[in-house]
C-alpha cells in the first residue's frame, strides 16, 4: 500500500478501514464478542479508536504474531466459550450481516464452511514464464473471509498446528488436515481486501453505491 503506517488506519469516507470492519459485528445482533489481534505498539492508538467509534463488543486485544496463523491462535486462546468462531481479515469491511449469517448457519451444521465467490478470469498453470496447462475453472472459487468453525474445531485444528509446527495458509487448511470436510458459502465480489491504493477507490465506490453520495 505504501501508506506508511497500518494500512488498516487509512480511511474511507473519513473512518478508518478497521472501524468500517468492526462496525458490521457490532451492528450484528447475533455476535456476542470481537477478539481482535494487534501489535503491541498499536493498541493504544487501537483502543482511542474504540472509543472515538463506540465499538463495545471487543473482549480483548491480544499480541498478533508474525503470520496470520498465529495471531488467529492467539485470539482462540482468549475465548473462553465459544461455539460458533468467525474468522475474518480486518481489511474486508464490506462483509455483510446477511453473508455472515450464512456462515454461521452452515457452520453450526456442518461444523466448518468458509466464505467465497466463483472464479471469473479464465485461469492457466504456467511454469517458468510458459503457459503448461488452462484450468478448468468451473470447480475453482476466490476464497474471502469470514471462515467460519465450531468452536472445538478451530481450537483442535490450531492446537495441532502449533504442536506439529505446521503453518498453513489459512484456517480452513488447518481442519482439512484434522481430515474434516471444509464447505463453501458462496459470498459477494464486493467482500474485496483492501490491499492495494487501487482497492481504495474500489472500496470508495462499494460505500457510494450503499450508502449514496
Known sequence: MGAGH????LELREKPILI???????????????????????????QSLLVKYNIKKV?????????????VYSCVKKVEDGEIVLVHDAARPFITIPVIHKLVEAAEEKGA???????????KKVENGVIVETVDRSNLWMIQTPQAFQFTILQEAEHAAEKDRFLGTDEAMLVERLGLVVHIVESSYD???ITTKEDLVFGEAILSQRIGG
Open 6 to 9: 497500518n494500512k488498516l488506519f
Open 20 to 46: 468500517h470492519t468492526l462496525e458490521v459485528f457490532e451492528q450484528d445482533s447475533a455476535c456476542k464478542g470481537i477478539w481482535l489481534a494487534v501489535k503491541p505498539e498499536e493498541r493504544e492508538y487501537i
Open 59 to 71: 473482549k480483548a486485544l491480544p499480541d498478533g504474531g508474525a503470520e496470520r496463523q498465529d495471531s
Open 113 to 123: 464452511v468458509i466464505a467465497g465467490v466463483r472464479t471469473k478470469d479464465t485461469m
Open 191 to 193: 467482500n474485496v481486501k
